[in-house]
């Protein structure tokens, strides 16, 4: 499995302030509540100049944006236009980056166990022995370290996480005989079973039934209003105007940011894809 299915990574850092290194877990005896005690006064993710590398070919440049806490948020743009890479370079996933970044106004390393990260559905390696249980729990061991023993609580955090997203009958089946649909259910319970405050999400409709979206859909809206941060990289620009309270559109760079009906104008998209999508005209 892929360093990014588990945990965001540590990266080499430019500056404190983008990618700080992690904090050692550490336990809590807090496990059923959400740390950040209702909602958020501060972003839930700010970039000042922030620029990302693959192998020393420039992939975002002077990123600047700032994305309100409680809302659902979408990260959008054209293949290529750097949407995962923002998002998992703010997180410490991408080695080579510089700038200044905030989850919920502070460093990463300071709010670690309060921001849950969801890969791709694809993002597994094959033959990895784990069951979707066990992908669940690892949400508890921000809380508990990897060596702790869970407690019956945090048991019943994961077995309700698995419930609330309909993937307690999968419990003992192997991670890589799952749909791409089960996996990102599977995924998503991960995150529930953190409590963190703020969830992001890589591309979480991909490879999943509408049926499926519509349900995940509903469970990220729902935990908006009761106060949690969302943001999710997607495609669907028809359903972000319809569903999502702010989005972010991505060219390289931050084209704009705002309402989506505010950001996805005839002349942003323009200047986004060349052309203005069909789904979104």
């Not at 965001?8 to 496990?31: H, I, Q, R, Y």
């Amino acid at each position: 499995m892929t360093d990014d299915v588990l945990a965001p990574a540590e990266a080499a850092n430019d500056t404190d302030d983008a990618l700080p290194p992690a904090e050692a877990a550490g336990g809590t005896d807090d496990v059923l509540l959400r740390t950040g005690g209702g909602r958020m006064t501060e972003p839930a993710l700010r970039l000042q100049g922030m620029s990302a590398s693959y192998g020393g070919r420039p992939v975002l440049t002077g990123v600047d944006v700032e994305i309100p806490a409680g809302v659902l948020s979408a990260v959008v743009g054209p293949n290529g236009a750097g949407k995962s890479t923002m998002v998992k370079a703010a997180l410490g996933l991408v080695p080579s980056v510089r700038g200044t970044v905030r989850w919920l106004g502070q460093p990463l390393r300071r709010v670690r166990k309060r921001v849950a990260y969801v890969p791709q559905s694809d993002a597994v390696a094959k033959d990895f022995p784990i069951t979707a249980v066990q992908v669940v729990e690892m949400g508890r061991y921000p809380h508990r370290g990897w060596l702790r023993r869970l407690t019956p609580a945090d048991d019943d955090c994961v077995a309700g996480a698995m419930a609330q997203v309909g993937v307690a009958d999968l419990a003992d089946r192997p991670i890589d005989e799952l749909s791409g649909g089960q996996r990102q259910r599977v995924f998503l319970a991960r995150a529930l079973a953190q409590r963190a405050d703020l969830i992001v999400l890589d591309e979480p409709f991909t490879a999943v039934d509408a049926r499926t979206e519509k349900a995940l859909l509903e469970i990220l809206t729902r935990l908006c209003r009761e106060g949690v941060s969302v943001i999710a990289v997607h495609h669907d620009l028809r359903e972000v105007l319809d569903s999502f309270d702010h989005a972010v559109l991505m060219a390289g760079t931050v084209v704009a940011a705002g309402a989506p009906a505010d950001v996805l104008t005839p002349e942003h998209l323009e200047t986004a894809y060349g052309m203005a999508p069909l789904a979104a005209r």
